[in-house]
């Protein structure tokens, strides 16, 4: 290991590539190296210890991570180097013949022996690697540093068992382990204590979640005894699987008002053939049985989705399928990828689609979504909306937030502005005066009637 001088030895830089979870795992890795007496700086240049929390989704995110890990490397005299997450997972051992400057890698199941490993590490070992798997150690640490003070995630299943034939999970993240009802309870309860008042579930099939203890609680029956707290707001979960998304998941909406109004539901193609050779383990019609399901409820619960383009095999008319399935659903939200092959899963070997035809696709079927979010955000004209502030926009004088069905809301409060009053973390609502594609535009019509403004801090 190269000494580190003692002005930074005890500080670290950790940046975080991916999904919510890679979020929340980063939230976890901060509390543990706070718990050791590390503390946190802005830039990797400060930092005795640098961090990549990496995604191995696909292979943009990755080449990413080997770019950072290329600029650090002229930079990384003095510093320890260590890569997490999916990419520490994925390519192992391999990292230290791409990168020989990376000190340590640890997977995403490993966190908890990250104080371990740097102890190895500080002792003078070098290539350490933490790649456990099949663990459940990652659910419970004992110090979480969380980015927002008023919405917190929640990790309650890990792991996937579904074996998509273009996915690198399975691999990067392990079998599926579900969380006991009573520690995620637990860590709710504790939430709310310190004033949180929406949390996010989290797993990479969040509904499969099936309680391993003897209560034997379902996802819809967490769902609901989460969305009792008192002082709980709003419950969101994500990401669902269709296979397991069950009648008694709506329900628990329709008869819990902290359960949110929107479902993150990942169809992936609008063909049942790619939808086969993917392994996804339903067709186009389980699928649309589901959203049937989910548009009859009492309360009107938007869906948002994830497709790929471009999957091998795929072809126009699978293609054209998958257009026509966004005039159906009509999604408030889609996010949209070209294939990615990815190293060890079975659809890697199979005859790929040339990337120009990808690209046409892709940016075809974000078009028709662009159409699709246009109109039916316009409808929302006039509408009042309750809107939980995450942030604000010095620019243009407005606050971010986000209502229910997970719409982004920004509005002015040209009163407020008057007095300096800090919204951020409060529930407002707010009256929509215009419309984009990806978010609405409006004023504070009233606070809402559980939201005080009284001890607002003054914004700076």
Known sequence: MRPIPESVSKTFYIETFGCQMNVHDSEKVRGLLE?????RVKS??????????TCSIRDKAERKVFARLSQIKRRSAGKTVGVLGCVAQHNGAEIFERAPHVDFVCGSASYNALPGILDRVEAGESRVAGLELDTDETFDVPRVDRVRAYTAYITIIEGCDKACTYCVVPFTRGPERSRSSASVMREAAHLQELGYTE???LGQTVNSYSDPSPAGWSFARLLDEIGRLPRIRRVRFTTSHPSDFTPDIVEAIDRNESLCDWVHLPVQSGSTSVLRAMRRTYSRDDYMRCVAMIKAAARRIELS???IVGFPGETESDFQQTLGLLDEVEYASVFSFKYSARKGTVAAGMPQIPEAVKGRRLIELQQRQREIQIRRNAELIGRTEEVLVEGWRKRFGQWIGRTTQNRVLNFADP???ATGRDLRGTYCQARVTAAGPNSLVGELASPSARAAFQGLRVLQ
């Open 199 to 201: 949390i996010t579930l």
């Open 44 to 53: 990797a240049d400060e930092a005795g210890l640098v961090l990549y929390n």
């Open 35 to 39: 718990q050791r007496g590390y503390s």
């Open 415 to 417: 009163e407020g502005l």
């Open 305 to 307: 989705t994830d497709i």
